[in-house]
């Protein structure tokens, strides 16, 4: 089955600062890979995704880059805002609707 | 208007007992989930259902019994509740195939005493 490493585990950058989220991925079948953020209390929440056939997708402030090769891939947050901070997951879609996730990023944006 | 409703919100009970949680979806979508959120944070698939069939089936003890009884509604009956079971339990919904998002529910948090 797929397996999906996340690193780091908890990250505090300062505001307006960048932040990089990197995951991990196993099963060479996986074909998609959604981003999402999860605020304290509440669900997940779809932030971005990426196909694999795109290597690099962008949305404002956040960004998402894919390398099919290396099997990994990115979240990139710019200009962070203390309402980033939350807890951020990757996650890889392999067998058409199983979803695994990463143990997750614990973002901290300090003002 | 909420597109993945699960009910309750919170469920306080004592150990041994049985309790069932409710999931409803209106985005027309025809597979739904439910994952198991620790304390940890981790987030875990535990069932999937398509148009009322289970395709997903992680290991879960028999004590988890999903049932679906159309494409909107997936409920989850657990039996003889043990403290392990406390946690988060997420609903999602999709449309089946690849490249589809899934669309969580707000959870429901199990609490064993």
């Known amino acids: 089955g797929e397996n999906v490493e996340q690193h780091p585990s908890t990250l505090s950058v300062q505001e307006g600062d960048s932040a990089v989220i990197k995951c991990t991925y196993s099963?060479?079948?996986?074909?998609?890979f959604p981003w999402y953020k999860q605020e304290l209390g509440k669900r997940p929440q779809l932030i971005i995704d990426i196909r694999s056939n795109v290597g690099e997708k962008k949305d404002q402030r956040i960004a998402v880059t894919l390398n099919k090769t290396a099997k990994h891939f990115s979240l990139h947050i710019t200009e962070t805002q203390p309402e980033d901070s939350a807890v951020y997951f990757c996650a890889a879609i392999y067998n058409n609707n199983d979803m695994r996730f990463g143990a997750g990023t614990r973002l901290t944006v300090k003002p | 208007d909420t597109a993945v409703s699960q009910t309750p919100k919170y469920l306080v009970t004592q150990m041994g007992n049985d309790k069932s949680i409710k999931c409803e979806q209106n985005l027309g979508h025809d597979t739904m989930y439910w994952y198991k959120q620790d304390s940890k944070k981790f987030l875990k698939i535990m069932f999937s259902y398509n148009n009322k069939e289970l395709i997903i089936n992680e290991t879960v003890p028999n004590r988890f019994s999903p049932k679906s009884p159309d494409k909107a509604h997936l409920n989850l009956h657990i039996n003889s509740l043990e403290l392990g079971d406390s946690a988060v339990y997420f609903c999602?919904?999709?449309?089946?195939?690849?490249?589809?998002?899934?669309?969580f529910g707000d959870g429901t948090r199990l609490s064993i005493l």
């Open positions: 999602a919904s999709s449309q089946f195939g690849p490249n589809q998002p899934q669309h």
């Open positions: 099963d060479s079948a996986s074909n998609y």
